[in-house]
């Protein structure tokens, strides 16, 4: 456990559960994520062709999530460790942020297995800003 001393910061992993529609729960270490926003922007010009104003649409929140299937035995472990079917739903709780806690559709899953590293898994999260449609994923 960290102590922060010093200025007040934002340190380490705060989800807390993860949760894929129609598969059964995974228990899933989170080791790291990245956030980011989104969009399409068609920008419009002048006669000189400087642009003078811009159309933003489809803005969408994108997530890649690092974390490790993990159980409280290896024979479970090992059946935590099938990736979840893409287009899945994915809702994450995680009381420390409001972006990271959120409905999410599953884009991509990556497995990485090594002879000296445990199993590790990336996973690539996406839904939009304005319309969630991690409900319409089956």
């Not at 529609?21 to 399409?40: K, M, Y």
């Not at 920008?43 to 999530?65: A, C, P, S, W």
């Not at 999410?104 to 304005?130: F, P, Q, R, V, Y």
């Amino acid at each position: 456990m960290a102590t922060i001393k010093g200025k007040g910061v934002v340190f380490g992993i705060t989800a807390t559960g993860f949760s894929f529609a129609g598969v059964a729960a995974n228990d899933l270490e989170p080791t790291g994520q990245t956030i980011r926003h989104e969009a399409e922007i068609t920008r419009y010009k002048d006669k000189d062709g400087d642009d003078v104003g811009g159309v933003v649409y489809n803005r969408t929140k994108r997530m890649t999530l690092n974390a490790y299937p993990t159980a409280t035995t290896i024979a479970d472990a090992k059946t935590a460790n099938n990736l979840p079917v893409i287009g899945v739903a994915c809702a994450i709780t995680d009381p420390d942020d409001g972006e990271a806690a959120s409905n999410w559709m599953l884009e991509s899953a990556e497995k990485t297995k090594s002879n000296t590293e445990i199993t590790t898994w990336t996973l690539e999260l996406s839904n939009g800003l304005d319309v969630d449609y991690s409900a319409d994923a089956s």
